[in-house]
């Protein structure tokens, strides 16, 4: 009775509008890239499958900007610039940004910031750039015109429709788009595990003090103890703006075999889910029965989502490696840059390489890692852009997904201009045009008042 598949008829469907630019995915890449390319005066429409922008800072709970700062030869720096300086911005003006703090023992800066305001501030950002916005929308397939995309299929509660465009971008962050387009992708054997967060509130902020340290200690030592066993070490548990108010990213998911959770299967998503939120059922009660300043804290909120740090990633015309970051590789055809060190998520732990201190501390990103092989009128930006999982365990964090967002928004813009294909568009056209709207391409040192310092200073 039961076929292992069916047959499904062919059918028509609306087209529901014509673009020059059509953005799949909200995230930080897609955020930016929509908004670069609308900037840029291109008709373009974002497509996002949830009800908010944000990607995983905001679906996946995270609350913390990493990758916006980079340690130049020993100062702090924030090198991610552009429409991330408008973006923070407007946080700040929704007094939703804390000050940048120290992180991954005290080498690199982070920046937190208040879940709803993101929301809102990317929101606001999207409406100023003109972008159309489609939300509650998931993309399920393309329609291929020899090797370019000529429309995406998209499934709503409005029911299947197709959207045009003449350039697509992909920040889906699985390279979906990329997938169905038959461009070259990848997968690792052995994916980076991924995490469900969640945030607790009613936190006693003097009685906690720094408690981000006592936490890992505690749980260090209940686990030498033999009395506690936890999903990960490095724990990190931290004040939001608001100190009565604390996020929690401990957790790591796994299939009943040990591997990690592969955010492409919807058997093991449905299984990280109900795991996650054991595990932090689980910790959330050793933290509030063990830890001064937590005794009447509660979960105030645990992701919407578990968050995935990686599936597949393109196999692009360059791909971004570990020794690039660790080197402070330098590229003719850079975009932006990266200070984040390398973050791997392996069994039971987290792993951080930075490059040598006292170093320039950042690696530029080429305009070819967004350039897939096979579909000449899509980019790929983000999490899922060509680099080696190595790599991408520094890459995919937000800074560099803003920096890729941006340059594929104004990559679009000048390949519709000048009737190139993406990978034959002119990168120094594509570069002044990024330095005249603000970004940092990494070419010369940051100036001085890029410093965190600096910058502070000046606010005060
Ligand atoms: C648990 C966890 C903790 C992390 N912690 C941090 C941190 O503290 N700081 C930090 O900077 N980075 C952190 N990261 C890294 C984070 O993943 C990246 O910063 C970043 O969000 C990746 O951006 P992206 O735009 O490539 O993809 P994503 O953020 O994954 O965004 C993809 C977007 O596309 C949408 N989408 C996907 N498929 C479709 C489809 N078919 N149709 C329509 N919409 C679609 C999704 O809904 C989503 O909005 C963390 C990641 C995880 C998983």
Redesign the pocket.
Known sequence: MSASTIHLPAVDVPVLGEYEVVV????????FAAAAAARAGRRTIL????G?????????????????HARVHGEDVRVIRGLADELLDRLDRLDGLSVPHLSVADRIM?QAFDISAYKIAADELIVASGAELLFH????DVVMEGDRIDAVV?ESKSGRAAVRGQVFID????A??AVWSGAAVERSEHL?Y????FRINGVDAAAAGPAWQTIRRIMEEAEAAGTHTFPRKKP?VRPQRNPLEW?S?L?QLSNDDGSAVDGTDVRQLTHGELQGRQQVKDTFAFIRERTPGFEESYVVDI?PQ????ETRRIVGAYSLTEDDILGCADFEDTIGVNG?PVEA?VPGDVEFRFADPGSRGYNQMPYRMLVPRGTANLLV?????SMTQRGQSSG??????FV??QAAGAAADLALETGRDVADIDVTTLQARLEAAGAYLGRELPSPEMSVAAEYAAAR
Request: charged residues 10%.
């Open positions: 799949i995915g909200g995230g930080p890449a897609g955020l497509i996002e499958r949830y908010f922008l944000g990607g995983a800072g905001t679906m996946g709970g995270l609350s913390t900007f990493c990758g916006l982070a929308a998931t993309a399920v998209i920040g889906s962050g699985d979906d788009l980076l991924p995490s469900l967060m990190i996020r990213n957790t992701a578990i968050g995935i740090r984040w998520h930006a983000g999490r899922c852009a995919r964090v937000t800074g560099p997904c890729m967002g």
